[in-house]
């Protein structure tokens, strides 16, 4: 998330606007996922006995916070390939397949497929283009077309 973050920078310049977004956003999914199985954590390290809607409750924290997951992977796809799309800086068919990822993620009753399986393709696809192109490689800020 540095690396893609300081390329996203890069390419938009001081303003920075998507990029914050994107890197917020992709901060937000580490959180929630690190966050997912703490309901079922809490339950399973307290003292006494839970009762059956106390342990409900706590059931359904790992679903809000994975639903959390998907939408800000979401807003992390949509504003990296937007970005792509302007500035040019990864190959522009990655634009397209974030945004269809992205609507995948959006669809909240199979969004945990494009999570669980789209997500983390996405991101080693995104983890090899970043580490083929040259470091020393400039990338210009230009304003958007």
Not at 11 to 20: D, K, N, Q, S, Y
Not at 92 to 116: K, M, T
Request: charged content about 10%; overall charge negative; hydrophobic content about 65%.
């Amino acid at each position: 998330l540095g690396a893609l973050r300081a390329r996203l920078f890069a390419a938009e310049g001081p303003a920075g606007f998507l990029t914050a977004i994107a890197f917020a956003a992709g901060v937000a999914v580490g959180i929630f996922l690190l966050a997912t199985p703490g309901g079922e954590m809490s339950a399973t390290i307290v003292e006494e006995d839970l009762d059956p809607s106390s342990a409900l409750a706590l059931n359904n924290v790992a679903d809000i916070f994975f639903i959390g997951a998907e939408l800000s992977a979401a807003l992390l796809l949509a504003a990296v390939g937007l970005l792509i799309l302007l500035y040019g800086l990864m190959p522009r068919w990655l634009a397209w397949v974030s945004f269809a990822l992205a609507l995948v993620l959006l669809i909240l009753p199979i969004g945990w497929a494009g999570l669980l399986f789209g997500f983390p393709l996405w991101t080693l696809l995104v983890s090899v283009l970043l580490w083929m192109r040259q470091a020393d490689e400039p990338v210009a800020a230009r304003p958007p077309a």
